[in-house]
């Protein structure tokens, strides 16, 4: 019982998913959290075929009590959490006034306010522990505002307001907060995030992670107790100009992101 316990957020895919393959080779018990239950099963049943431990309890982040329950389900099993991994996340990736009200609700509940509810929720218990490790997979787009990733950008954006906040709030408790904020990952996402664009990939193959690649640096920031860390290391320089020259990104994402007869496209295939 005295191997340390991880609760994974958006573990039935993606970052999520590797993240509790990792987690769980390097000796946690992990808590396999997504609403695709089946998915989890087949996750944990994977983990333990490698001698892993791990606990399926599916949970929709838009419901608080099934947040609730998801912690005390993890008390119950194990009497300790010492790793919290929000990975759950995704994105409607269209023009806003093509935002339905249930897009933005569900996109500000999921990525924001669910995040927020399920660390609110295991505080206690990391404070009493005396340590713990809360980690948020945010985004460059926490930094960095596109088109039609204006809501996507606003949870992303808040989120990194609500981890420095929580991190200065936590000063002395022994309880690390920290964000991790990919840019392009070679997931699920871009399935579920209804973009129009005629190519389905907009980032050069050497710029795109993998989910592998997020969850290694997962590794390395509980090990290293880092607070923000931007990967690809190149997305720091994105950043930079983005917040000194904030006209020229908005001119050149003007000429790549617009509309072509009612749909977003990509200006390399403005001549289609």
Known sequence: MSQPVAIITGASSGIGEAAARALSSTGYRVVLAARRKERLISLAAKIRERGGEALVIPTDLRELDQIQRLVESTLQAYNRIDVLVNSAGY????????????????????????????????????????????????????????????????????????????????RGTGITVSGIFPGAVDTEFDQHAGVHWKTTRVTPDWLLLTSDDVANQILKVIKKKKNNVLIPGIMRLAVWVNAIFPGTVGWLTAKYFYRKEGKTVAWRDAGE
Do not use: C
Request: charged share 20%; glycine share 10%; net charge negative.
């Open 91 to 170: 994105g409607k990736l269209v023009w806003l006034d093509e935002q339905t009200q249930a897009d933005i609700q569900d996109q500000l509940q999921v990525n924001l306010v669910g995040a927020i509810q399920i660390t609110r929720e295991v505080l206690p218990w990391m404070i009493a522990q005396e340590g713990g490790h809360i980690i948020q997979i945010a985004s460059i787009a926490s930094w960095v505002g596109l088109p039609t990733y204006s809501i996507y950008a606003a949870t992303k954006f808040g989120l990194r307001g609500f981890l420095e906040g929580l991190r200065r709030e936590l």
